[in-house]
C-alpha cells in the first residue's frame, strides 16, 4: 500500500462528513425558515380573517374625495394607512372586506355608529356627524388601498 493513501483518504471522508452536516445544517435552517414564515402567514390572516368575494369596480374621483373627507375628519388620530395603531391599517381593513356596496354599506354604519369586536377590543368612537354619503365614500377610499402595494 502506497504511504500517502491513507492519510488522504482520511481526509476526503473528513471533509465529506463536513459537507454532510453544513447541509443537514442549513436544510433544518431553511425548513425552520418555512414554519416561521408561515406561522405568520396565518397570524396575519387570523387577524385579517378575509371575506371570500370578488371586488367591483369604483370611481376614480370617489376615491380621491374619500382620500380628502378622512384628512378633513378625525380619522387618522386612530388610524394610519399601513401600519396598526389605535384601529386596525386602512390597508388590512381594505384587505378583509371585497369592494361590493353591501360591504361599503355595512362598514358606512359602523363608521357612522362606532363599534368594537372586529379588530379585537378597542373602540371606534361614533361619527353622528358624518353623513352616510360622506361615509361611504370614506370606506370607499379606504377599500381601494388593497389594490395598493405595501
Ligand atoms: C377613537 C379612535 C378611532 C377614530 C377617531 C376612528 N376610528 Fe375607525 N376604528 C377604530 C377602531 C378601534 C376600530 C376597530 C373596531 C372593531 O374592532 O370593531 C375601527 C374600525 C374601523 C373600520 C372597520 C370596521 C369593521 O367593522 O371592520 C373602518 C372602515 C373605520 N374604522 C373607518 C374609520 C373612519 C372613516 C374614521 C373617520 C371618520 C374612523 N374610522 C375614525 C378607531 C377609530
Redesign the pocket.
Known amino acids: 500500500m502506497n504511504k500517502n493513501t491513507l492519510p488522504t483518504n482520511r481526509k476526503t471522508s473528513e471533509i465529506l462528513w463536513l459537507l454532510g452536516f453544513a447541509c443537514l445544517f442549513f436544510s433544518c435552517e431553511k425548513a425552520e425558515e418555512n414554519a416561521l414564515a408561515q406561522e405568520k402567514r396565518s397570524r396575519v390572516q387570523d387577524y385579517i380573517r378575509p371575506i371570500p368575494g370578488e371586488d367591483e369596480e369604483i370611481a376614480e374621483d370617489q376615491i380621491k374625495l374619500g382620500e380628502v373627507?378622512?384628512a378633513y375628519?378625525?380619522?387618522y388620530?386612530?388610524?394610519t394607512r399601513e401600519n396598526r395603531a389605535?384601529?386596525?391599517s386602512?390597508q388590512d381593513?381594505s384587505k378583509?372586506?371585497p369592494i361590493r356596496q353591501v360591504y361599503i354599506d355595512?362598514?358606512a354604519r359602523?363608521?357612522i355608529s362606532g363599534?368594537?369586536?372586529?379588530?379585537?377590543?378597542?373602540?371606534?368612537?361614533p361619527?353622528p356627524n358624518?353623513t352616510f354619503e360622506d361615509?361611504q365614500t370614506?370606506?370607499t377610499f379606504?377599500l381601494s388601498l388593497k389594490h395598493q402595494k405595501n
Open positions: 373627507l378622512i375628519s378625525d380619522c388620530d386612530c388610524h389605535k384601529g386596525p386602512f381593513i378583509r372586506y355595512l362598514l359602523k363608521v363599534g368594537t369586536g372586529s379588530w379585537g377590543y378597542p373602540i371606534m368612537n361619527h358624518v361615509a370614506m370606506v379606504i
